[in-house]
């Protein structure tokens, strides 16, 4: 004699019944749990996912991490509020810039090591090195017949032009005294050789890293660009040239430069300029 299951639903023979729920069951995976709708998942999708659907991670991979949209909006908000608390604080010689004196007085210790590191600030230096990623690109870019191969490095060199137009007006408004070390003057706010050396070096490190394929070439390049620019803030600071804050004032104000240009070519040449390939087919 075969036993025969009886039907699921069903008891005692009195007909088919809505399935009840057991103790111990998971309320997510039951239609009423959130509204979705799928007795599979929870959050409405699908219960399974086409390969070809998938997005992929930063590598290319099959990934699950979503993007997060507002987080590069909301970092930029903080470096531009830092950048005009430090400027309100410089101008109406506030606390933090008695601290960023006492802060310089401790640090400052001029000899020739801390000099050679602050000339890597120096137009003469940084804007060569840059000229030379420039057209080193923008030949790649045209021998692999790229549309519009001049953008990258003509955006570049456009924002290292202007530079000094943006520097400049703050120098002038501002009109810090420069350290001790200095001696009278003013306009020592922000840091022109910081600036330059950010823009110079940070931009030839955003054009070349979308061309660099193996991961000790990009992560050499980050690292090179990375270091010149603490070596110009270490000698401009031990030197006495600038206050610690004017240092500081021209990192954020880079900062935001160099995320514009980012975003202005990825826009515009469909290339990631983050380092990942694209989801698009005269200082003082």
């Known amino acids: ?124 230096v940084a804007v060569p090195v840059l000229a030379v990623v420039l057209v080193y690109v923008a030949v790649r870019a045209r021998r692999a017949g790229t549309d519009r191969w001049w953008l990258p490095s003509t955006a570049a060199a456009l924002l290292m032009v202007a530079l000094p137009a943006l520097i400049v007006p703050f120098k002038e408004l501002i009109a810090r005294p420069g350290p001790p070390v200095m001696g009278p003057g003013t306009g020592f706010y922000p840091s022109g050789h910081t600036a330059t050396a950010l823009i110079a070096y940070g931009t030839a490190a955003l054009l070349l890293l979308p061309r660099l394929h193996a991961t000790w070439a990009r992560r050499t390049v980050l690292a090179v660009s990375v270091t010149l620019n603490l070596a ?26 160099l995320t514009a240009l980012a975003m202005f070519l990825s826009r515009s040449t469909g290339r990631s300029f983050a380092g990942t390939p694209s989801s698009r087919t005269g200082p003082s």
């Open 1 to 124: 004699m075969r036993d025969t299951p009886r039907p699921q639903g069903t008891v005692d023979g009195f007909g088919p019944r809505p399935p009840q729920l057991r103790p111990g069951r998971a309320l997510a995976h039951t239609p009423g749990a959130s509204g979705s709708g799928s007795p599979h998942r929870s959050d409405g999708r699908p219960p399974q996912t086409p390969r070809g659907g998938r997005h992929t991670d930063l590598d290319g991979r099959p990934g699950t991490t979503p993007p997060v949209p507002g987080r590069p909006t909301f970092l930029l908000g903080l470096v531009a509020l830092l950048l005009a608390l430090i400027t309100w604080q410089v101008a109406a010689h506030g606390p933090l810039a008695r601290a960023d004196a006492r802060l310089s007085g401790a640090l400052v210790h001029p000899d020739r090591f801390s000099e050679l590191l602050a000339d890597l600030g120096n137009i003469t």
């Open 232 to 257: 110009v803030a270490v000698g401009l600071i031990r030197r006495g040239y600038h206050w610690p804050l004017d240092v500081v004032a021209s990192w954020c104000l880079g900062a935001l430069l």
